[in-house]
């Protein structure tokens, strides 16, 4: 258990719809990222944010939006779904953001657009 | 930009028997390298990184890699493979930036088939 909490484990929706995945980092950890895990496309990095600020993006899609709230938790807002973006959603935590951190990384949302 | 290149996309040894995956990298600046682990329907857990201090990193279950500029490699060895080392392994780039990180470039990952 690396102490990174994502729900839900599993989300089914159409085209065209809009979810939100949760995250919830390691205790003491500021930094939070998301990637995109797809058989395609393999494991992409979509955006960091650090202490509630965005800190780098990958290739997030437009249509794709996340947040970091006040006590650290993490959104990140998918929108507008195509079949293309069923994947699985990681997220991960470092403690400051730093190249050097380990992420550690939590169970992932499996996404499944129909 | 940064690149992660694994040579294998499955590779297949005997219990007992050498692991070594292969891992090359492509970056303009000094990379900071890791070697991650995942397990069937389970995320991803940090086996070994090479931050610039010692070139042969020592990480978990008996797992090391070698840091080698001069071929920008990072290839990750165990002597004996155990039947629990079946997993998909992934490596991955970070290079330093001002300020903080761009998240993890990873490769395509090599699945490791253990044969009794």
């Known amino acids: 258990d690396s102490g990174v909490t994502q729900t839900p484990k599993h989300l089914i929706t159409a085209t065209g719809q809009r979810v939100t995945l949760r995250c919830s980092p390691r205790?003491?950890?500021?930094?939070v990222y998301w990637y995109q895990q797809s058989l395609d496309q393999g494991l992409q990095f979509l955006i960091q944010?650090?202490?509630?600020?965005?800190?780098a993006k990958g290739n997030i899609l437009e249509r794709f939006s996340a947040q970091q709230f006040p006590d650290l938790h993490s959104e990140l807002n998918l929108s507008s779904l195509e079949l293309g973006d069923s994947a699985l959603y990681f997220c991960a935590s470092s403690v400051a953001g730093r190249g050097t951190d380990t992420q550690y990384f939590g169970p992932g949302t499996r996404l499944t657009v129909l | 930009a940064q690149s992660v290149t694994q040579l294998g996309s499955h590779v297949s040894v005997s219990e007992g028997a050498l692991v070594l995956l292969r891992c090359n990298y492509s970056?303009?600046?000094?990379?900071?390298l890791f070697w991650y682990v995942q397990y069937p329907n389970q995320g991803l857990q940090l086996l070994l990184k090479?931050?610039?201090?010692?070139?042969l990193v020592k990480g978990i279950n008996g797992f090391e890699a070698e840091f080698k500029k001069s071929e920008t490699s990072f290839h990750l060895t165990k002597p004996s493979a155990h039947m629990s080392d079946a997993a998909e392994y992934f490596c991955?780039?970070?290079?330093?930036?001002?300020?903080?990180?761009?998240?993890?470039?990873f490769g395509k990952g090599t699945h490791l088939i253990i044969q009794p």
């Open positions: 970056s303009s600046v000094p990379p900071y």
């Open positions: 991955a780039v970070s290079v330093k930036s001002g300020g903080g990180a761009d998240g993890l470039t």
């Open positions: 090479y931050t610039s201090a010692a070139t």
């Open positions: 205790s003491g950890d500021l930094s």
């Open positions: 944010y650090y202490n509630g600020e965005e800190r």
